[in-house]
């Protein structure tokens, strides 16, 4: 399962591409908010530049033929870039469209199997079930995942599941199990995945071993 970053903010992107472990990024217009830009084209390229790898950029406009006059100037931005589609009867015409280009579509706000499915069958390179808040409302988004992995082995569906929506390392875990070829990861969940506790104390203890290996030689 590859691992993606969720967020649009420069300095979270350079820090986990840092890593060595990013092999694309997603973003939407909350996380272009929250990175305090509204102008998508630059941040989107600025990302790209980072990574090197595929970057979703979402489109906003409720009808197929805005959606489409979004991704033609969208996809002119960089090879790199995936546009981010709504599962939608509109957005359903519009991924049908701009994945006959060429150009990868990201089939966003799955919350079904089916919805899936639809995508996939409309041409998606990605379909993104959204883990937590299936989870937030009271259902198993994990199961969604499963569910979708399960319908695409068995009839040879080629689209890519992104486990987005992620809200803790063990969604990660549990996404990599389910089947997710990608999960898309907000940064303070990637800061969490590295960590263990024990992993510290045994630093410590190495260290200190070492200290006391280093005494015991000059003795
Ligand atoms: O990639 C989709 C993701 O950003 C949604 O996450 O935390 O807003 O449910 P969240």
Do not use: C
Request: glycine content about 6%; overall charge negative; cysteine-free.
């Amino acid at each position: 399962m590859e691992i993606w970053l969720d967020s649009a903010k420069i300095e979270e992107i350079e820090a986990a591409v840092r890593w060595g472990i990013i092999t694309g990024v997603t973003t939407n217009p909350s996380l272009m908010m929250k990175a305090g830009t509204a102008d998508l084209k630059t941040n989107t390229q600025r990302i790209i530049n980072l990574v090197g790898g595929p970057v979703s950029a979402e489109v906003v406009s409720d009808d197929a033929a805005g959606m489409i006059a979004e991704a033609e100037k969208i996809v002119t931005w960089s090879s790199h870039v995936v546009i981010k589609v709504p599962i939608t009867p509109q957005g359903l015409q519009a991924m049908k469209v701009i994945s006959e280009w060429p150009a990868k579509v990201n089939a966003t706000l799955i919350f079904s199997a089916n919805q899936a499915l639809l995508a996939a069958r409309a041409g998606a390179t990605y379909v993104s079930p959204f883990v937590g808040r299936l989870d937030d409302a009271g259902h198993d988004g994990m199961e969604v995942v499963r569910e979708i992995a399960t319908i695409f082995s068995i009839h040879d569906i080629e689209t890519k599941i992104i486990a987005a929506s992620i809200r803790h390392p063990r969604h990660v875990t549990e996404a990599a199990l389910a089947g997710a070829n990608i999960a898309t990861i907000p940064y303070k969940v990637l800061q969490a995945m590295v960590r263990h506790p024990l992993t510290d104390v045994g630093l410590q203890r190495f260290k200190a071993d070492w200290e006391q290996a280093l005494n015991m030689s000059t003795k």
